[in-house]
């Protein structure tokens, strides 16, 4: 199982930006897939996870009406589409397969700032 992480970056306050992770190793569309963050001194925490098919989304309230997480399992590939961003989601951002198994991906740096 690999997946990589790609799209982040430095953006500025209110700016956008788009995570993708690839996926391989594994049969992509039958996992619910999730979107974590980790900020310096602080715990991992959930932004967003999707099903499988992609039907059913969840968000934590701080990105609730700003993220949009969606997936293509023609390409094997989960996005992370980022607006208005603030300060508050400077992080690490990291792709997750559910399952029996859990898989991180590596992480995607995401800064903002002006």
């Known amino acids: 199982v690999q997946l990589v992480e790609s799209g982040g970056g430095l953006v500025q306050p209110g700016g956008s930006l788009r995570l993708s992770c690839a996926a391989s190793?594994?049969?992509?569309?039958?996992?619910?897939m999730s979107w974590y963050r980790q900020a310096p001194g602080k715990e991992r925490e959930l932004v967003a996870g999707?099903?499988?098919?992609?039907?059913?989304?969840n968000y934590a309230d701080s990105v609730k009406g700003r993220f949009t997480i969606s997936r293509d399992n023609a390409k094997n590939t989960v996005y992370l589409q980022m607006n208005s961003l603030k300060p508050e989601d400077t992080a690490v951002y990291y792709c997750?397969?559910?399952?029996?198994?859990?898989?991180w991906g590596q992480g995607t740096q995401v800064t903002v700032s002006s």
């Open positions: 997750k397969r559910s399952g029996s198994a859990v898989f």
């Open positions: 999707i099903s499988s098919a992609g039907g059913s989304t």
């Open positions: 190793g594994f049969t992509f569309s039958r996992y619910a």
